[in-house]
C-alpha cells in the first residue's frame, strides 16, 4: 500500500517556464515533506523540505507548497533549467505507527525534462 | 568533506550466492539507514542505525538479510543466498543527529544484478 503518490511518472517543460511536480499521501501522521533530486548513478540530493506547520517553503527557483487538509504537495521550479532534468522524489517522515519515526517513505518519482 | 560512499558500485551474482555491500557514512553522522529501489518502483526503507544498535529492521524483508554496524562506523548488508527478486539499487544514507526536519544525505548506491 503506497502511502506516497507520485502519480505522474515524467514531466516535460521548456527551459525558462515553470515546472510543478506534485505528490499526494494518505498517512496523517506525515508531519514532516521532503524533495530529493536524483540524477542518473547517483544518489538522491536533497532539496527542498516542508514541516506541516507550514503551506510554503521557498528557496532560490524552488518553492514546496502544502495542502494538509488535501494531503497534497508540490514543488514548484521556476524558471526551469535544462540543468533541472533529473528525477524528483517526494519523501515524508513522521510519528507513524511502530518503528523509527525518522525513516523516509518515497514516492516512486517524476522524471523532469526540461528542453533547451 | 568526504559524502557517504557506498561499495561496490556495482555488483552481479549469480543466484544463491552470497554479497555483501558497505557504505561508510559521514564522519560523526549517528544515524545510517539502509534503503532499497527495485527498478521503477519507490525507495524502500530496509533498517536504520542509531550508532551501532539497530532503530529499526522492519523493512528486511527476510532473514537472508543481516545488517551490521560494528563499532558505529562502516555498515555492512550481506544477502546469502541471494535471490532474483533482490536485484536493484541499494542506497545508504547517514544524518548527524536524529531530528525530524534534518535531512539524510545518500550514496550514490549499489546495484545489485542476481541472475
Known amino acids: 500500500d503506497q502511502q506516497v503518490k507520485q502519480n505522474s511518472p515524467s514531466l516535460s517543460v521548456q527551459e525558462g517556464r515553470i515546472s510543478i511536480l506534485n505528490c499526494d499521501y494518505t498517512n496523517s501522521m506525515f508531519d514532516y515533506f521532503l524533495w530529493y533530486k536524483k540524477y542518473p548513478a547517483e544518489g538522491p540530493t536533497f532539496l527542498i523540505s516542508i514541516s506541516s506547520i507550514k503551506d510554503k517553503n521557498e528557496d532560490g527557483r524552488f518553492t514546496v507548497f502544502l495542502n494538509k487538509s488535501a494531503k497534497h504537495l508540490s514543488l514548484h521550479i521556476v524558471p526551469s533549467q535544462p540543468g533541472d532534468s533529473a528525477v524528483y522524489f517526494c519523501a515524508a517522515t513522521g510519528k507513524t505507527s511502530g518503528g523509527s519515526n525518522y525513516k523516509l517513505t518515497f514516492g516512486k518519482g517524476t522524471l523532469l525534462t526540461v528542453n533547451p | 568533506e568526504a559524502g557517504v560512499t557506498q561499495f561496490p558500485s556495482h555488483s552481479v551474482i549469480e543466484k544463491g550466492q552470497t554479497v555483501t555491500l558497505r557504505c561508510d557514512p559521514i564522519?560523526?553522522?549517528?544515524?545510517l539507514y539502509w534503503y532499497r529501489r527495485v527498478m521503477g518502483k519507490e525507495i524502500k526503507f530496509l533498517l536504520h542505525f542509531v550508532k551501532e544498535s539497530k532503530q529499526d529492521e522492519s523493512g528486511m524483508p527476510n532473514n537472508r538479510f543481516l545488517a551490521e554496524r560494528t563499532g558505529g562506523t562502516y555498515s555492512t548488508l550481506k544477502v546469502q543466498p541471494a535471490e532474483l527478486e533482490d536485484s536493484g539499487v541499494y542506497f545508504c544514507?547517514?544524518?548527524?543527529?536524529?531530528?525530524?526536519?534534518?535531512?539524510?544525505?545518500f550514496g550514490q548506491g549499489t546495484r545489485l544484478t542476481v541472475v
Open positions: 544514507a547517514s544524518s548527524p543527529h536524529l531530528a525530524m526536519n534534518t535531512e539524510a544525505f
Open positions: 564522519s560523526g553522522h549517528d544515524n
